[in-house]
């Protein structure tokens, strides 16, 4: 049963150029109603499903700092209502913006138990900031950073980007100088992807969204690993580093194909075998929670071939690879006689390697990593 839960805030007082998430301008918008209804769904999960004690909690958005503090307070009351959470939860992260956090908001997450941030820096870049639809500038990064620690806050996180519209090697090799100084525990990069509903979509099929090369992004992935790799952060996954002890407990729930609750508008969730989404518009989401407590509009009973592709495609994101021993024990089939085909013209392609118990990419498997993924899609 799920030892984890995300709950999504689709609030935000501005919306970034790229962002293709269930999101909305936090005014005129009924907050309190939302959060209210976050509380109906979250009873309804505690009392329809027998749950191992949760582990690892996420909020993200849209912007959960977009609410006020005592807003916070009443969400993180709900989550400890209907849920045990005090002596298993390991990690509880909230996504904040540079900036856009209080000294009051901060003191409510803590007091409520939460232990980790993640920060929505990008770039340090103030034109490219500007570029890609971000209000704060770099000089809130690190006053946003100093107030957390001062918080009490010791384990952060920073999301960065790369292969942004006129961004060039030397300007994310500037930001990855100005990241690795606020000596933080964690980074999450990711390369821009342009998405259909989005600014820059718009902007790209006008012929008006100057970005780099797939050479230049490259680069800027190479360039990417080995600084991390100089400064003391080991990778993980395909897109996160960490210090030691610092990985993300809750991102691996997903890597490790794992069950959780999806709470909110919007948000997706993995229980009993059935994947499932729930209502994206807010009113709508509220209005279906407080007539029958549930708000899924779509639910996916998984095969179990489609639980062994995603087995395999979500764990090759990690460094470490697929455990064929844990591959055997869920599934009761050999991962090697399975996949056979498919690994051999991988390994043969210098994409993944065998080595013992772990089936994990190459290096240059880590460049070509969705490519990889596709050759399990369908088992043969």
């Given amino acids: 049963m799920p030892t984890a839960i995300y709950v999504h805030i689709p609030f935000c007082e501005h919306i970034c150029h790229y962002c293709d998430f269930n999101k909305v301008f936090l005014q005129g918008q009924p907050v309190d109603e939302y959060i209210q209804a976050i509380d109906n769904e979250l009873e309804a999960a505690a009392d329809n499903y027998f749950t191992a004690p949760i582990e690892t909690i996420y909020i993200g958005g849209g912007t959960p700092t977009a609410l006020s503090a005592k807003q916070l307070e009443k969400l993180l009351f709900s989550l400890h209502n209907h849920f045990s959470l005090t002596k298993d939860l390991k990690e509880w992260t909230v996504e904040v913006n540079p900036g856009g956090v209080t000294d009051d908001q ?32 770099p000089q809130d990064i690190y006053r946003t950073i100093d107030l957390a620690r001062q918080k009490g806050f010791d ?9 942004l519209p006129k961004q060039t090697i030397q300007s994310f090799e500037d930001t990855l100088k100005d990241a690795f100084s606020l000596e933080i525990e964690h980074f999450s990069a990711y390369s821009l992807k342009v998405e259909e509903k989005t600014v820059f979509y718009n902007l790209l099929r006008k012929g008006k969204l100057p970005l780099p090369t797939e050479d230049e992004e490259a680069v800027m992935y190479e360039r990417l690993i080995e600084q991390m790799n100089k400064h003391g952060y080991y990778q993980y996954e395909i897109s996160n580093f960490a210090k030691r002890g610092y990985e993300s407990k809750h991102n691996l729930i997903y890597w490790n194909n794992e069950e959780y ?3 909110g508008a919007g948000a997706h969730g ?27 509009i779509e639910a996916h009973q998984l095969t179990q071939n489609e ?20 591959f055997y024990e869920r599934f009761g089939v050999n991962l ?8 051999e013209d991988l390994i043969q392609s210098q994409l ?14 880590v460049f ?4 990889v993924f596709e050759q399990f899609l369908v088992v043969e």
């Fill in 106 to 137: 901060l003191y409510v997450l803590r007091e409520f138990g939460v232990n980790r941030l993640s920060i929505g820096v990008q770039t340090f870049d103030p034109n490219l900031l500007k570029q890609i639809g971000r209000t704060h500038q």
């Fill in 155 to 163: 384990n952060i996180t920073v999301d960065l980007m790369f292969g």
């Fill in 261 to 263: 609750f999806g709470i």
């Fill in 270 to 296: 993995y229980i009993n075998g059935v994947r499932y989404a729930n209502i994206g518009p807010v009113q709508k989401y509220i209005q279906s929670i407080n007539d029958t407590k549930k708000a899924r």
């Fill in 307 to 326: 639980k062994m592709e995603e087995e395999m495609f979500m764990g090759l994101r990690k460094l470490e690879g697929v455990s064929q021993r844990r």
């Fill in 336 to 343: 090697m006689d399975l996949y056979h085909k498919q690994i």
């Fill in 352 to 365: 993944i390697e065998v080595d013992n118990d772990k089936v994990r990419l190459t290096r240059k498997g």
């Fill in 368 to 371: 070509l990593a969705n490519e």
